[in-house]
């Protein structure tokens, strides 16, 4: 889902201090690491934060963290040029201190998957004993390397800022009622998980809904309904959003051929993956290719 390199800071603010996230393609992930704020936002009544919260905001609204409601405002500006995934933000003062451990993503917004649709504006995780210690654990891998770089930490940033996004997603789909709509329900949903996984490890396999049916363990008749209500699209056109989506991958982040990319992703000439991809991108992947950042 993520497209461009990750980032992550260890923010140290001294009150009174506010920091405003203007409207983005940037998705933000901030965790309460010493004192608390407040979160404000268009999606509510201001939202207190302590020690171990996590806050993820996907969609790139527009909000503020601040450590009193009617503290001023700095806009933050990232820099986009800047390919080191690790940055630092201090506000100095002489007010009580309060330490974040913030990231940002950017994802692609030409293939956004629906998952992160699902999602809410505004994600807030409480800190709560013995709750999800696999995002703890994240947020403590990160946090050492934030707090303490040394030889190889920007090489394991980017994979710790994943691990974290994977995590937070985790744990708010673990935290979603049973009668939850959309992706919350597929992840939860066997039959469906598994074929999803399926396509997913290997899209260039020559799929048919018997297949897909087969490995859920269902009818054919009866999966194709049911993945299509829990998914929003029919087996086969999900699995052919999700091949374009690794084709696009593969041309931007390798310099695999254009034979070797069509046949990863399940197509036997080039010409009908060019076909394909150019109805989803509205352009050849050749172009596609040369117009990623160098």
Same mark, same amino acid.
């Given at each position: ?17 506010? &920091? ?25 009544? /201001? @939202? ?25 405002? &700095? ?10 995934? @690790? ?23 030409? #293939? ?14 409480? +800190? %709560? ?6 995002? #703890? ?11 303490? /770089? ?7 940033? /980017? +994979? ?36 999803? #996984? ?10 048919? &809904?018997?297949?897909? !049916? ?7 008749? +009866?999966? !194709?309904? $049911? ?6 699209? /029919? ?7 999700? %091949?374009?989506?690794?084709?696009? %991958? ?5 310099? !695999? ?6 046949? $990863? ?18 352009? !050849?992947?050749?172009?596609? #290719? ?5």
């Amino acid at each position: 889902m993520r497209t461009g390199s990750p980032k992550a800071a260890r923010t140290t603010s001294h009150a009174p201090w506010g &920091v405003r996230f203007a409207q983005s393609r940037l998705a933000g992930c901030h965790v309460v690491l010493q004192g608390n704020c407040w979160l404000l936002s268009d999606h509510g009544e /201001p @939202l207190p934060l302590g020690v171990g919260d996590v806050l993820f905001t996907p969609h790139g609204d527009d909000y503020a963290l601040v450590d009193q409601p009617g503290s001023p405002l &700095v806009d933050f500006k990232p820099r986009p040029t800047d390919a080191a995934p @690790l940055d630092e933000m201090r506000i100095d003062g002489a007010g009580v201190v309060t330490e974040l451990l913030c990231a940002y993503y950017m994802f692609d917004p030409a #293939r956004p998957h629906r998952l992160v649709a699902d999602l809410p504006s505004i994600i807030h995780l409480p +800190a %709560r004993t013995g709750q999800h210690p696999s995002l #703890r654990s994240a947020v403590e891998l990160l946090g050492n390397e934030l707090l303490d /770089p040394r030889p190889g930490t920007e090489a394991a940033l /980017p +994979a710790l800022i994943d691990m974290l996004l994977l995590y937070v997603l985790r744990a708010w789909l673990a935290e979603q009622p049973g009668d939850a709509a959309g992706w919350a329900t597929a992840m939860r949903d066997a039959a469906i998980a598994t074929a999803l #996984r399926q396509m997913h490890r290997g899209p260039e396999k020559p799929w048919t &809904v018997e297949d897909l !049916a087969s490995v859920a363990g269902l009818s054919r008749a +009866a999966f !194709a309904k $049911r993945f299509t209500t829990v998914v929003g699209q /029919p087996p086969l056109a999900y699995l052919t959003w999700w %091949r374009m989506t690794t084709a696009a %991958r593969l041309l931007r982040e390798s310099d !695999a051929s254009l034979r070797t990319v069509a046949a $990863r992703c399940g197509y036997g000439s080039e010409y009908a993956f060019a076909k394909a991809f150019k109805r989803a991108y509205d352009v !050849a992947p050749g172009q596609y #290719r040369a117009q990623r950042p160098h």
